[in-house]
């Protein structure tokens, strides 16, 4: 796209040399001009230079322009750019044709140099001006993507939140129960996280939830896996097409990849170091499940692990 002050591209294809010398003067102070002598060549230099506008003969020998501009029009990289015929043919089925080819407006010969200087102005004014909104659109679709992709994400940790974990274990306990594949769920606290948060205060109970995030975005990278924060210290892993056994012993890695972090905390009266309480869910679907249901089986399952003392796995199957 071309910022206001920039000259822009003008290509003249005409197989009459003093056409382009008598277009080329009249344009070549306020525009950078190219000229191609047949339409074969024409097309070369638009698919090259990519111009902003094309002045385009109509009788040219071997080609003629109503061919070159239905070839141009049907090139993706070149349909855009608009094209002014330029030519003797001033009957209405001539202008029609042009029309119907593609072109955007016509200037009969004699070239009169104010007509085709006001031809020309209006139409690369308005060829900047799509160009603007072209970029306008491409800038707010990526803004679009990159909210989208906010909504998804818990602000702190860069996981999933608890609405996109909601969306996708909605969706694959669906698919489970529908082909009949294995889906496993797990559920993880941080032990004694609110004797943390006294202790050693939020900003610092902000670094150990980060450092959970870390850890399961590290532990979980499969395809299709998604690791969540479930609310304040929980966190939550979708494992589609997983067996309990498997992830048994992923809970198991993970739970032990907590307590290597080695992240001191006193107020725990056991390791001295962050651990975290885990339970397992789930297995072949072979009946009618909801979301809840599963949430509730693994719920169960980090409650007995924190019945059991904390730092532990617990498996529940359906």
């Not at 009618?288 to 532990?312: F, H, Q, T, V």
Request: with cysteine; hydrophobic share 45%; proline share 3%.
């Amino acid at each position: 796209m071309h910022r206001r002050g920039e000259r822009q591209k003008v290509l003249i294809i005409d197989d009459t040399l003093a056409n382009i010398e008598i277009l080329h003067r009249i344009l070549q102070g306020e525009h950078e001009v190219y000229f191609a002598k047949s339409g074969l060549d024409g097309i070369r230099v638009a698919s090259r230079e990519l111009p902003d506008l094309i002045l385009l003969d109509i009788m040219m020998p071997g080609m003629d322009g109503y061919q070159v501009c239905s070839i141009l029009k049907a090139n993706p990289d070149t349909q855009a750019i608009p094209v002014i015929f330029i030519t003797a043919m001033g009957s209405d089925e001539d202008e029609t044709k042009g029309l119907e080819a593609g072109a955007l407006d016509y200037i009969t010969k004699p070239i009169s140099p104010p007509i085709v200087k006001a031809r020309v102005r209006i139409h690369l004014e308005l060829k900047r001006r799509r160009d603007a909104m072209g970029e306008l659109a491409r800038e707010l679709a990526e803004k679009n993507r990159e909210l989208e992709i906010l909504a998804r994400a818990d602000g702190l940790t860069g996981l999933a939140n608890r609405r996109h974990f909601d969306q996708v274990l909605a969706a694959e306990l669906k698919r489970a129960l529908r082909s009949r594949l294995e889906l496993s769920l797990i559920l993880c606290d941080i032990d004694f996280f609110k004797k943390y948060n006294d202790r050693y205060g939020h900003l610092a109970g902000d670094r150990c939830l980060l450092a959970v995030g870390e850890l399961l975005q590290d532990s979980f990278r499969r395809a299709g896996d998604l690791a969540a924060r479930y609310g304040g210290e929980e966190f939550a892993v979708i494992l589609p097409d997983t067996g309990v056994a498997k992830a048994a012993q992923l809970a198991e890695r993970l739970r032990s990849g907590m307590a290597a972090l080695a992240i001191p905390h006193a107020a725990t009266g056991g390791l001295g170091v962050v651990t975290m309480s885990i339970g397992v869910a789930g297995g072949e679907l072979i009946r009618e499940g909801s979301p809840a249901w599963l949430i509730g089986m693994a719920d169960r399952a980090l409650y007995a692990s924190k019945e059991k003392g904390r730092n532990a796995v617990t498996v529940v199957t359906g």
